[in-house]
């Protein structure tokens, strides 16, 4: 192989290892972000007359809206109870960070707020349906 062509192979290589790595979530910061980037997509979904995903599968299509919270979804950092719209005045939990039921953490409401609950706040907070 000669060298240029060892340089491209391996830019090839490296291209598309970071072109397979989706973003993940790690700080508590990136998924409080995450929270209310899926706030301002449900509130967007809303004003169009959309219905959210219902199940993982309807994540797909809105997925580009929410390029920092689809991937928190689907590793399970963020838990998002499917089907839970966006609703101005609402205190419902339509999503929280995994830790929260347990430690605390943030959660996302039905009127796009994003909070840190305890964990008691949370377990006693109504859940959207």
Do not use: H
């Not at 290589?13 to 997509?41: F, I, P, R, W, Y």
């Amino acid at each position: 192989m000669s060298g240029k062509l060892r340089v491209v192979g391996v830019l090839v290589v490296g291209l598309a290892a970071g072109c397979t790595e989706s973003k993940q979530v790690q700080s508590t910061d990136d998924q409080k972000a995450a929270l209310a980037e899926l706030g301002d997509m449900l509130k967007s979904l809303a004003e169009e007359r959309q219905k959210p995903p219902s199940k993982m599968a309807e994540l797909e299509p809105v997925e580009p809206r929410i390029p920092v919270a689809g991937p928190a979804i689907r590793s399970g950092n963020i838990v998002y109870i499917w089907g839970a719209a966006y609703a101005a005045g609402s205190n419902q939990v339509v999503a929280y960070e995994k830790k929260t039921p347990s430690e605390g953490g943030y959660v996302l409401l039905q009127d796009g707020t994003v909070k840190e609950m305890s964990s008691a706040d949370f377990s006693s907070a109504p859940k959207a349906k």
